[in-house]
Antibody, heavy 120, light 110 residues
Framework: EVQLVESGGGLVQPGGSLKLSCAAS????????MHWVRQASGKGLEWVGR??????????AYAASVKGRFTISRDDSKNTAYLQMNSLKTEDTAVYYC???????????WGQGTLVTVSS | QSALTQPASVSGSPGQSITISCTGT?????????VSWYQQHPGKAPKLMIY???NRPSGVPDRFSGSKSGNTASLTISGLQAEDEAHYYC??????????FGGGTKLTVL
């Protein structure tokens, strides 16, 4: 059974940093691209970014709204993806999901999400 | 990258059919056959309903179908059922090698 479990969310002040983790199991993590998607309360889904597999040089891409502030990484030995968030803004407050695709197209596996609140 | 455009809400009666549109540009929806649709019930993670414009994952009822014409993709749900009431989001791969979601559509089953 595929499982994605996010952790690391919490309350942080504007300008602060937070690192989220996504522990994966039940599929070949090392061969899969991993994505982060967020959702502010009562709002729609927003793609945050992704990291590809070693075969694709661990290439990363980010949404314009987080580029330069957020960094996605992975540790294939731990089957874990990470989202390092720096210079956090109040508008970054959201539930953050990690997600992946079994076919390379369409996210068929999602974590339960972790809440990040940026507030003073 | 601007969000794809979806109607804020649609509604239909049980047994009827509805269609949700998702409009982008030639740099996303129109340029690639990598459009997906997701269903999200309150408090739950999104569920993949359609991928690559018109493909249904295993377990998704064939009442759900997808299509695309030009820069607009569509999700059609036939034989509406009460449990179809949810938010629906489209997404597309983009020419910047990023992904973009639509703003979401709330489906109400009357």
């Amino acid at each position: 059974e595929v499982q994605l479990v996010e952790s690391g969310g919490g309350l942080v002040q504007p300008g602060g940093s937070l690192k989220l983790s996504c522990a994966a199991s039940g599929f070949t993590f090392s061969g899969s691209a991993m994505h982060w998607v967020r959702q502010a309360s009562g709002k729609g889904l927003e793609w945050v970014g992704r990291i590809r597999s070693k075969a694709h040089s661990y290439a990363t891409a980010y949404a314009a709204s987080v580029k330069g502030r957020f960094t996605i990484s992975r540790d294939d030995s731990k089957n874990t993806a990470y989202l390092q968030m720096n210079s956090l803004k109040t508008e970054d407050t959201a539930v953050y999901y990690c997600t992946t695709s079994s076919s390379g197209s369409g996210f068929d596996y999602w974590g339960q999400g972790t809440l990040v609140t940026v507030s003073s | 990258q601007s969000a794809l455009t979806q109607p804020a809400s649609v509604s239909g009666s049980p047994g009827q059919s509805i269609t949700i549109s998702c409009t982008g540009t030639s740099s996303d929806v129109g340029g690639y056959n990598y459009v997906s649709w997701y269903q999200q019930h309150p408090g739950k993670a999104p569920k993949l309903m359609i991928y690559e414009v018109s493909n249904r994952p295993s377990g998704v009822p064939d009442r759900f179908s997808g299509s695309k014409s030009g820069n607009t993709a569509s999700l059609t749900i036939s034989g509406l059922q009460a449990e179809d009431e949810a938010h629906y989001y489209c997404s597309s791969y983009t020419s910047s090698t990023t992904l973009v979601f639509g703003g979401g559509t709330k489906l109400t089953v009357l």
